[in-house]
């Protein structure tokens, strides 16, 4: 029989650590630090900095809109002493997500991306910035909340970014930009804000902001369509839930005047069910369906209103990004 003090068995805390351990080191090697800057009558002038998730062995990184603003290049500079010049491929201030580029010839291999809609709370997760270009910034902690929103503008458009994670892994001075990393080492977020003392917020790797990722990196920017309607998801009484065959609705809020929505007859506490006739659950189930290619092409949606199902036909229009 063994001595209890001989038991080399690994305990929670030491599991804790090595998951936190393995992946910082393989993410640190996946996150630059940028320092944007922008040509001057009296040369180039420092705009800002942050970090950069690199995602694509062609050198594509992505970072936060808000680190990219008002620069016109910049320079990354990896843990393993890289460093190169980068440009701006595109930015979306309505999303707070850019891409750059950097055209080294070696890189780090990159991150992979993966899809926060499979996160749950309580889930463990590591933020990854790299203010300071050698050393890397690496905190850990847990996803405190789902499904926050984040309000963003560009000029006169707004929008609001659904379904932020929201962690308690402390963000540091520089870590806009950075990599919000599941146990497995795969990048789930970007990080955007600090909410309050210990709390981070994140923009999630979804579906959505991959199609806003594809639109930047192929067309430099992002063309939406636009409904003019606000929301929130609502969970449906029982009854109603078994007849329309779906448990949670859009609830709309307010519906701005003289929009497609309004045009359209939609109306506040309007239930959206369903539009484009596909189940509609979240607002990013209705995001998704609102990028360029729904520009001015009708859109069917199907609210209940009161106990009636209603059918309507909304057009939606170009989003128009003012700067």
């Known amino acids: 029989m063994s001595d209890a003090g001989d038991d080399t068995r690994e305990g929670p805390l030491d599991a804790y650590s090595r998951v936190v351990t393995e992946v910082a080191a393989t993410v640190t090697r996946q996150v630059a630090a940028i320092e944007m800057s922008v040509a001057t009558p009296r040369g180039r002038v420092r705009r800002g900095a942050g970090s950069a998730v690199l995602y694509s062995a062609q050198g594509y990184l992505l970072t936060n809109a808000h680190v990219v603003l008002g620069a016109d290049a910049g320079r990354a500079l990896f843990s393993d002493g890289t460093s190169s010049a980068i440009e701006i491929v595109g930015s979306d201030p309505l999303s707070d997500l850019a891409v750059v580029r950097s055209r080294a010839l070696t890189l780090p291999e990159p991150a992979w991306l993966g899809n926060a809609d499979t996160l749950r709370v309580g889930q463990l997760v590591v933020a990854v910035g790299n203010p300071m270009g050698l050393a890397g910034s690496v905190t850990a902690g847990v996803v405190s909340a789902l499904g926050r929103s984040l309000p963003t503008r560009s000029g006169s458009?707004?929008?609001?970014?659904?379904?932020?994670?929201?962690?308690?892994?402390?963000?540091?001075?520089?870590?806009?930009?950075?990599?919000?990393?599941?146990?497995?080492?795969?990048?789930?977020?970007?990080?955007?804000?600090?909410?309050?003392?210990?709390?981070?917020?994140?923009?999630?790797?979804?579906?959505?902001?991959?199609?806003?990722?594809?639109?930047?990196?192929?067309?430099?920017?992002?063309?939406?369509?636009?409904?003019?309607?606000?929301?929130?998801?609502?969970?449906?009484?029982?009854?109603?839930?078994?007849?329309?065959?779906?448990?949670?609705?859009?609830?709309?809020?307010?519906?701005?005047?003289?929009?497609?929505?309004?045009?359209?007859?939609?109306?506040?506490?309007?239930?959206?069910?369903?539009?484009?006739?596909?189940?509609?659950?979240?607002?990013?189930?209705?995001?998704?369906?609102?990028?360029?290619?729904?520009?001015?092409?009708?859109?069917?949606?199907?609210?209940l209103r009161g106990a009636a199902m209603v059918d309507v036909i909304a057009e939606p229009e170009e989003l128009a990004a003012l700067r």
């Not at 579906?207 to 003019?228: C, F, K, M, N």
């Open 157 to 303: 458009a707004a929008r609001v970014i659904e379904d932020v994670i929201q962690t308690d892994a402390a963000l540091n001075p520089g870590n806009s930009g950075g990599a919000l990393a599941d146990s497995r080492g795969v990048v789930v977020g970007i990080n955007t804000a600090v909410a309050g003392v210990g709390l981070g917020l994140a923009v999630p790797i979804n579906p959505t902001s991959r199609r806003i990722i594809d639109a930047l990196q192929r067309e430099g920017r992002v063309r939406r369509a636009y409904l003019g309607l606000v929301s929130t998801p609502i969970p449906l009484p029982p009854d109603v839930a078994v007849r329309v065959h779906q448990d949670v609705a859009l609830r709309v809020v307010d519906v701005i005047a003289r929009s497609p929505a309004d045009r359209a007859g939609l109306k506040p506490n309007d239930l959206i069910l369903a539009a484009g006739r596909e189940q509609v659950k979240d607002a990013q189930g209705l995001q998704r369906l609102l990028f360029g290619d729904a520009i001015g092409r009708p859109l069917p949606v199907t609210v």
